[in-house]
């Protein structure tokens, strides 16, 4: 069963940082892209960072550049989104998705992941 699962979400003052992993079961990411997307309450799913298999490219939405790195570990199954510098404003359910394409485009939309984990909470709050 093709599977993505998100962790590391939680509450955190602002100013503060977590790590995202997303880790795959059923099929190897090593082949696809990755991508990260946010979601908060009454908002659209935005693109937040995605990056490639073949060449380990990356792209980040100006909201997070500077503050977010995406990276992946093949040889684990897992993607990371190290997240630095956290304000209220990045409060969402993130997701990853797998793109089986290898596509990191910056327009980063939905539609075009085919694999999609259940989310992970991330609260920012003092």
């Known amino acids: 069963q093709v599977q993505l699962v998100e962790s590391g979400g939680g509450l955190v003052q602002p100013g503060g940082s977590l790590r995202l992993s997303c880790a795959a079961s059923?099929?190897?990411?090593?082949?696809?892209?990755i991508g990260w997307f946010r979601q908060a309450p009454g908002k659209e799913r935005e693109g937040v960072s995605c990056?490639?298999?073949?060449?380990?490219?990356?792209y980040y939405a100006d909201s997070v550049k500077g503050r977010f790195t995406i990276s992946r570990d093949n040889a684990k199954n897992t993607v990371y989104l190290q997240m630095n510098g956290l304000t209220p404003v990045d409060t969402a359910v993130y997701y990853c998705?797998?793109?089986?394409?290898?596509?990191?485009?910056?327009?980063?939309?939905?539609?075009?992941?085919?694999?999609w984990g259940q989310g992970t909470q991330v609260t920012v709050s003092s």
């Open positions: 998705a797998a793109e089986a394409l290898d596509m990191c485009l910056a327009t980063m939309t939905p539609n075009e992941y085919d694999y």
């Open positions: 990056i490639r298999s073949s060449d380990s490219s990356t």
């Open positions: 059923g099929f190897t990411l090593d082949s696809y892209a």
